[in-house]
């Protein structure tokens, strides 16, 4: 499996992108191999479950993540698009508060690595979109925490004409200055 390595604005999240063999028949590409993923982010990242979601446009899921379990995630579209977002909640990382995005698609099929210690989120940019993701730890809702996705602090630039769609959890987050976070 050959993976090309795209660093993005945080050098701990990646952008990758595989190779894809295609011909009139339609494609193929291995959208995991532990050896070649190892091999290109470092040993030591194993996946414990994987997640399926589906989405309709506008529907904004984030920014999550787990203060204990922490979870490292290989996000990856099967149908549609996002705009996909991490945001670096390390406070001993120079790049705390920080964030960075990256459009995720069925037809480019590219995938993005958001390692523990990040808080992460996407935008559906398409009529649906569905989601699939591992994770390197199992869910753990007591653990669960959210921060608000229109945070001025953070000041994302979501890709968006009108407001969301949210959760009640995702309507409740907190701002990152009032966010439990990562040392």
């Known amino acids: ?35 070649a993923f190892g091999a290109a982010i470092g040993p030591g990242v ?3 479950q994987d997640n399926h979601s589906r989405s309709a446009r506008n529907v904004l899921r984030g920014l999550h993540y787990q203060v204990r379990q922490p979870q490292g995630k290989l996000v990856r579209v099967t ?5 996909d977002v991490a945001v670096d909640i390390r406070r001993c990382s120079p790049m705390f508060g920080k964030w960075t995005a990256a459009v995720l698609s069925a037809r480019n099929r590219k995938m993005c690595w958001v390692p523990p210690g990040f808080a992460h989120g996407f935008l559906v ?18 653990h669960e925490r959210c921060i608000l996705w229109n945070d001025p602090d953070l000041a994302i630039r979501w890709p968006m004409q009108d407001e969301p769609v949210l959760s009640q959890k995702d309507r409740a987050g907190l701002p990152l200055r009032q966010a439990e976070v990562f040392p």
């Open 46 to 48: 194993h996946f414990v």
């Open 125 to 142: 940019v398409s009529d649906h979109a569905e989601v699939q993701y591992k994770t390197t730890d199992y869910w753990a809702p007591q």
């Open 1 to 35: 499996m050959m993976l090309q390595i795209v660093k993005s604005g945080i050098p701990e999240v990646l952008l990758i992108e595989p190779e894809v063999f295609g011909d009139d028949r339609g494609f193929f590409y291995e959208s995991y191999n532990e050896r």
């Open 79 to 83: 149908a549609g698009e996002i705009y």
